[in-house]
C-alpha cells in the first residue's frame, strides 16, 4: 500500500494520456487541472482488476474538484460551477503553475 | 483510447429510463455473476466484467440489453479462462434452445 502523494487543495493535473485497455478517468478529464478534495480511499488498480490481476498493489484514489469552465471550453453557465470526479493517485500529477 | 463506455461530454440520444421489471433469467445472470466472484480468489471480478463489456464494442453494446451484455461479457471471460470451452457452450445452448422449442410447442 503506498502513501498518499497528494494533500486537500493541492492543485493536480491529469495526465493527458490515452492508453488501450480499462481506464476509470473520465476521457474529458484527461489534461486538464483541478484540486484535490480529499483522499476518497487507498484500493486496488481496476485497471489491473480488470485483467484478472487481484494481488496488485494498492493505489490512492482522490475526489478531485474541476471548474466546469475547464473542462468544457464552450461552458456558458455559472463559472463558478464545478464537478468532483474520482481520479487514482497514478493518473495525477502537481501543478506548479 | 476512448472506450464505447466513456462517453461524458458528449451528444447523445434520450435516455430511457424506464425500468421494466426484471425477468427471471437477468436474475439469474446477475446471480451467477455474484457466486463466480465468491470464490477466493475470485473466478470473476466487477471490474474484469466492466472490461469485457466494453470490449464487446458499441455496436454490440447498444444492440444488446443489459443483461445481454452481462451474459455475452460474462461467456467470453470463462471461454477466456478456460473454465469452459467452446465446444461445451455450443452444446449447452443447443441443448437449452431445443428445451425452448419443446416447451413451448405444449
Redesign the interface.
Known amino acids: 500500500m503506498s502513501t498518499p502523494k497528494f494533500t486537500a487543495g493541492q492543485r493536480v493535473r491529469v495526465r493527458a494520456a ?6 476509470r478517468t ?3 478529464t484527461r489534461g486538464c487541472v483541478g484540486t484535490i478534495e480529499s483522499l476518497a480511499g487507498v484500493d486496488r488498480n ?1 485497471e489491473q ?4 490481476i ?2 496488485g498493489p494498492s493505489v490512492p484514489l482522490y475526489r478531485v474538484r474541476f471548474h466546469q469552465t475547464t ?2 471550453r464552450s461552458y456558458d453557465g455559472n463559472p463558478n460551477d464545478s464537478v468532483v470526479v474520482d481520479v487514482f493517485e497514478h493518473w495525477l500529477e502537481a501543478d506548479l503553475a | 483510447m476512448r472506450r464505447p463506455h466513456d462517453i461524458g461530454g458528449l451528444d447523445g440520444d434520450a435516455i430511457d429510463t424506464a425500468e421494466p421489471p426484471a425477468e427471471a433469467w437477468e436474475k439469474r445472470v446477475r446471480v451467477m455473476r455474484q457466486v463466480l466472484g465468491r470464490k477466493r480468489p475470485p473466478l470473476l471480478m466487477v471490474d474484469e466484467l466492466r472490461r469485457a463489456i466494453e470490449d464487446l464494442g458499441a455496436d454490440d453494446q447498444s444492440r444488446l440489453t443489459y443483461y445481454e451484455c452481462w451474459t455475452a461479457a460474462i461467456a467470453n471471460l470463462l471461454l477466456q479462462k478456460g473454465l469452459i470451452s467452446v465446444d461445451e457452450l455450443g452444446r449447452k445452448m443447443d441443448e437449452v434452445t431445443a428445451r425452448w422449442v419443446k416447451d413451448r410447442a405444449q
Open positions: 490515452f492508453p488501450l485497455g480499462h481506464v473520465p476521457y474529458y481496476p482488476l480488470a485483467y484478472g487481484h494481488d473542462l468544457w
